[in-house]
């Protein structure tokens, strides 16, 4: 990718974290020889003369990556900052937790994917900075939705948010010209703005007319996911209480989606699998629910071959998926200063960079105004502006209940309902009730 001030890579850490969502893959956890860190626990005196501050992180992060450790210590010469990596969050995670129980093996600083942010703000505030205190923080200058996940109802702000997945429709051009259909992404973005109904509908325009061996959408799921993670509530309710069964949202947006599948507008394809990543490259599908983070991954699976085939319009409605956080255990020998670090790290001119270098989307509003975020292009989707589509689409997203199995209940309803719909030809109800069976054994409902 490359803005008007220039290039940046995506983060491919946000496609396996989607990955997670969708198929919680156990795979074993190692640490980057390159990121290990001295000894755990929190700070500790280099020759007595620099803080060492260290920070826990799942995957490749970005935050090294992207230079932002170095320019920190630049700048703050007492400083030493050391980062260790996990690989799979689904191993971070659960080793965070024991950390936290226990009040050692942590790090000064612990990242936090978006899926555990609720039981994280729930059940171990007190063992974290408010960070909404921090010197340098200004709630002001993050999207509320954002900063209200990262705080606890105590209304300490235990955890500053990094990034997010706001959603837009990725789309190939060729396609669309040879189902007649308009290429231009603002008309694209009409065909369907405000109602993901007039998605379905576009699609059934396509399909009539589709190039042979080709569908609409890659897959029924991530149509699902898009449209759930645009609803304010979705499988809790704003006192804890597991709602998925009952609320609307959640069961309009499984038929709707399975509609995709009965109605023949669906590649039939699982998520983040060799399959599907071969349909980026063979050009099996037209359309893909497409958060910022997932512009990367198109490009790695598509190859040289689909640039300029691919472009990217705005959502039927703003949506998000994917997204992390930064927090401070108290443990830590040196929480003040991991707290200035952490406030730094998150502030809007270091998401922006995190952004041009990464191409991880800030969750500080405050940085949209910025030059590298808003004259952000894609040069491999047609020069496509996604500074200000991803933007717009992250400033309507609502404030959303965010539950502690959030992840368990988003899976199953991907990998056991919707893909006997979609696979397997099952019918939606079969499919819903399928879920819920599953969901009920993992949550020993």
């Not at 590649?267 to 910022?292: E, I, K, M």
């Not at 691919?310 to 959502?315: G, R, T, Y």
């Not at 589509?389 to 400033?395: G, Q």
């Not at 899976?411 to 979609?422: H, P, R, S, Y």
């Amino acid at each position: 990718m490359r803005t008007k001030s220039g290039p940046f890579s995506a983060r491919p850490t946000r496609a396996v974290a989607a990955a997670a969502l969708l198929l919680a893959v156990v795979t074993g956890c190692s640490a980057d020889p390159q990121q290990a860190a001295g000894p755990s626990g929190g700070g500790t005196k280099d020759g007595g003369a620099r803080t060492t501050l260290t920070v826990g992180v799942f995957g490749a992060f970005g935050l090294q990556e992207a230079g932002l450790y170095d320019e920190y210590m630049a700048a703050h010469p007492e400083v030493l900052i050391k980062q260790t990596s996990i690989e799979r969050n689904e191993n971070y995670y659960p080793q965070l937790l024991t950390h936290l129980g226990a009040g050692s093996g942590l790090a000064d600083i612990q990242a936090v994917e978006v899926n555990n942010i609720a039981e994280v703000a729930a059940t171990q505030a007190e063992k974290l900075v408010d960070l909404g205190k921090a010197p340098g923080v200004d709630k002001s200058a993050f999207l509320p939705w954002k900063w209200a996940q990262g705080t606890a109802k105590s209304g300490a702000t235990v955890a500053l948010g990094t990034d997010i997945g706001p959603e837009g429709v990725c789309y190939r051009k060729d396609l669309f010209a040879a189902a007649g259909l308009p290429t231009d992404r603002a008309a694209v973005g009409a065909l369907w703005a405000g109602d993901w109904t007039k998605y379905l509908e576009a699609g059934r325009t396509y399909q009539a007319k589709a190039p042979k061996g080709t569908a609409f959408v890659d897959s029924a799921s991530g149509v699902m996911a898009a449209v759930t993670g645009g609803s304010a509530q979705r499988f809790y309710d704003d006192q804890g209480a597991v709602v998925y069964k009952t609320n609307p949202a959640v069961r309009g947006a499984f038929d709707l989606a399975a509609r995709f599948a009965t109605d023949g507008l669906s590649a039939r394809l699982q998520q983040f699998t060799p399959a599907w990543d071969q349909g980026f490259a063979n050009g099996s599908f037209a359309t893909v629910s497409c958060p910022a983070w997932m512009l990367g991954y198109i490009q790695d699976k598509a190859g040289p071959a689909g640039k300029d085939k691919w472009d990217v319009a705005a959502a039927p409605k703003p949506s998000n998926w994917g997204g992390s956080f930064l927090v401070v255990p108290k443990a830590g020998k040196h929480s003040e200063e991991a707290a200035k670090l952490a406030a730094w790290l998150t502030a809007p001119a270091q998401q922006a960079r995190l952004f041009e270098k990464r191409g991880s989307f800030p969750s500080a509003s405050a940085a949209y105004k910025l030059p590298s975020v808003a004259g952000a292009q894609h040069p491999y989707f047609g020069g496509a502006p996604i500074g200000e589509i991803f933007a717009r689409a992250a400033e309507g997203v609502p404030v959303t209940v965010v539950g502690p199995k959030d992840l368990v209940i988003a899976q199953n309803l991907a990998d056991i309902g919707m893909l006997q719909v979609d696979q397997k030809g099952r019918s939606p109800e079969e499919g819903w009730q399928a879920a819920v069976k599953a969901i009920d054994n993992a949550l020993g409902e």
